[in-house]
C-alpha cells in the first residue's frame, strides 16, 4: 500500500518520541497550577487550531502526488517545494511556517494543561471531539450532517496528537515536514471514511422515509 511506508515513518517518530520521554525522568517542578483538559473545549486555541487543520485538509489539492513524494528515500527542493503546493501551500516556506505556527500552540497548551496532548487517552479525545463540535452543530439538522462533522473533528484531534509526536522532529528539516505531511496524509483518507460513511447514512435515511411513506400510504388505502 501507498501509505505504509508514511505510517511507518510515523511510528518510529512516535516510538522515538515515547522513547526520548521516558530517557528524561528528571522531574521539573512545576510553576502554576496546571488546567483541567475539560477546559480544552473551550480554548480557543485548541478549537482554532481544530478547525486550521480540517481547513487544510480542504486546501489539499493532490494527495495522492503527497503520498508519491512521501515514498522517496530523498527530497531534493523542487520536489519538497511540490510536496508544499499539493497540500495546498504557496511553497515549501509557507508550509513551513504553518508548521512551526502550529508548533508554537501545541507547545503552549502541552505546558499549561495538566497533561500533554499525546498523554489523553483517546476515549477522552474522541468526547472532547463530540464536545467540540456540538458548539459548532447547534444550527444543523441533518443527523448525518451532524455525525460526519462529530467525525471530522475526531479525524482532526487525532492528527493534532500525531502533529504532537512530530514536534519531536525539527520541522526546518525534511524529516519534519515529511512527518507533518504523513499525518496531513492519513488525515484526508480518514476525512474522506467521514464523507462516505455520512453519505451511506443519508442513503439509507432516504430509504427508511420512502418505506415509511409506502407503509402509510397502504394504511391509507392508496
Do not use: W
Amino acid at each position: 500500500m501507498k501509505l505504509i511506508k508514511i505510517i511507518t515513518n510515523v511510528v518510529i517518530l512516535v516510538f522515538s518520541f515515547l522513547i526520548f520521554s521516558c530517557s528524561n525522568d528528571e522531574k521539573v517542578e512545576n510553576i502554576g497550577e496546571k488546567k483541567n483538559i475539560e477546559l480544552l473545549k473551550t480554548d480557543d486555541r485548541f478549537v482554532n487550531l481544530l478547525n486550521s487543520n480540517i481547513k487544510l485538509i480542504k486546501n489539499v489539492k493532490n494527495v495522492k502526488r503527497v503520498n508519491e513524494i512521501l515514498e522517496k528515500d530523498n527530497l531534493s527542493d523542487s520536489e519538497l517545494n511540490e510536496l508544499a503546493k499539493c497540500l495546498g501551500f504557496s511553497d515549501i516556506t509557507s508550509y513551513r511556517q504553518y508548521i512551526i505556527d502550529e508548533k508554537k500552540v501545541l507547545s503552549e497548551l502541552n505546558s499549561e494543561y495538566e497533561m500533554s496532548l499525546n498523554e489523553i487517552p483517546q476515549e477522552k479525545l474522541d468526547e472532547l471531539a463530540i464536545q467540540t463540535s456540538a458548539l459548532q452543530t447547534r444550527s444543523v439538522n441533518n443527523y448525518c450532517e451532524m455525525k460526519r462533522i462529530n467525525c471530522l473533528e475526531k479525524a482532526a484531534i487525532t492528527a493534532l496528537i500525531e502533529h504532537t509526536f512530530c514536534l519531536l522532529t525539527d520541522s526546518t528539516l525534511v524529516v519534519g515536514v515529511i512527518c507533518h505531511a504523513g499525518v496531513t496524509s492519513m488525515q484526508v483518507l480518514e476525512n474522506e471514511g467521514c464523507n462516505i460513511d455520512a453519505g451511506e447514512c443519508n442513503r439509507q435515511r432516504e430509504i427508511e422515509m420512502h418505506n415509511n411513506y409506502d407503509y402509510f400510504d397502504k394504511r391509507k388505502g392508496y
